[in-house]
């Protein structure tokens, strides 16, 4: 293989870095490794985050070009036998091509060869970024099924150049969701906003999110979320409500898109007092509202004096106001 004219790689890393700031994040990984593929030839692949252990590696994220989910519920069963995985484990960086019959040769290693064969990586690509403290790393694998396709030298160092700006791009592409769904009322408020997956680690934070989770979590680690915080978000379909701070979730791509800010008045309202205030936000009377909700005016009414009591405020015009704050 002829490596590509550094003309050639500029351009495409142009292209990927637009493809971030342009694509959903379900179609951008696709087309990162469509970019790749002219320059360093392969047929599938997967890219993921992982942490690892004496056992192998435990996979937090994990996205599949060309490859169906049953090679990973499989590949649960040999993980312990996975040498090439092994092989950066603790070493922060790095890139290796491997040969899968050269390097599982052996009775021991019979079973994962079979695996690796039968799932067509006869030729793999790894390239890893790591935190030996954490043990957290982000990796992406490139397959070729063709046994005499064997990663070459230069191969090796192209992806090497290439995969930190994969890596870079991708996290790009998050956050730039990320920042398109951030609610409007941000401005009437500090607010902060963070990435994590649903093993807790978190992958973007800006500082009013650190500030604001100081505040309510003593001694908290920025590199992960607190069991508490997580806890919530796995049983709970709600936002958090602290002492001190308000978080909300959405799940997308088995990650976890954090919106954190201050408590307000507005947390306090009840379910039903909640329902009252934002139909009578939207210009409904007391009389519609009770309508809609099967109830007497006079109940509603009494509703209504409840939620201009907890929020401290006298007409609609305030309550649309303190509503805006817990949006």
């Not at 390239?127 to 990663?151: V, Y």
């Not at 992806?159 to 996290?171: D, G, I, R, T």
């Not at 800006?206 to 997580?230: G, H, I, Y």
Request: proline fraction near 6%.
């Amino acid at each position: 293989m002829t490596p590509p004219a550094s003309h050639d790689i500029g351009t495409l890393l142009l292209q990927l870095y637009r493809l971030s700031h342009e694509l959903p994040m379900q179609a951008f990984q696709d087309a990162a490794l469509e970019l790749v593929k002219p320059v360093l030839p392969f047929d599938a692949s997967m890219w993921g985050t992982a942490t690892t252990a004496e056992e192998g590696i435990d996979v937090h994220t994990l996205h599949l070009y060309r490859k169906t989910p049953d090679m990973m519920r499989e590949y649960d069963d040999f993980k312990h036998l996975d040498s090439a995985a092994a092989s950066f484990f603790g070493k922060g960086q790095g890139t290796q091509g491997f040969n899968s019959a050269s390097w599982w040769s052996g009775p021991r290693y019979a079973p994962f060869l079979d695996y690796v064969r039968r799932y067509d990586q006869n030729n793999i690509f790894i390239t890893m970024d790591s935190n030996p403290q954490s043990n957290f790393m982000h990796w992406f694998s490139l397959f070729r099924a063709d046994p005499d396709a064997h990663c070459k030298p230069e191969e090796v160092s192209l992806l090497a150049s290439l995969s930190p700006h994969m890596m870079q791009a991708l996290a790009l592409n998050r956050v730039m969701h990320l920042d398109r769904t951030q609610s409007p009322a941000a401005a009437l408020q500090p607010r902060g906003s963070a990435i994590a997956d649903l093993k807790g680690a978190i992958y973007h934070c800006d500082v009013s999110f650190v500030a604001l989770m100081q505040e309510e979590f003593e001694d908290w680690p920025r590199q992960r979320l607190p069991t508490s915080l997580l806890e919530h978000f796995m049983t709970v379909q709600s936002a958090f409500l602290g002492r001190h701070i308000a978080v909300s979730s959405r799940l997308e791509q088995r990650l976890l898109f954090l919106g954190v800010r201050k408590r307000c008045a507005a947390d306090g309202l009840t379910p039903r007092e909640r329902t009252v205030a934002e139909l009578l936000a939207r210009g409904d009377t007391h009389k519609d509202i009770a309508a809609i909700l099967s109830r007497s005016p006079a109940t509603v009414r009494n509703h209504i004096q409840a939620i201009y009591d907890k929020l401290q405020v006298g007409n609609v015009a305030g309550l649309i106001k303190a509503l805006r704050l817990a949006a």
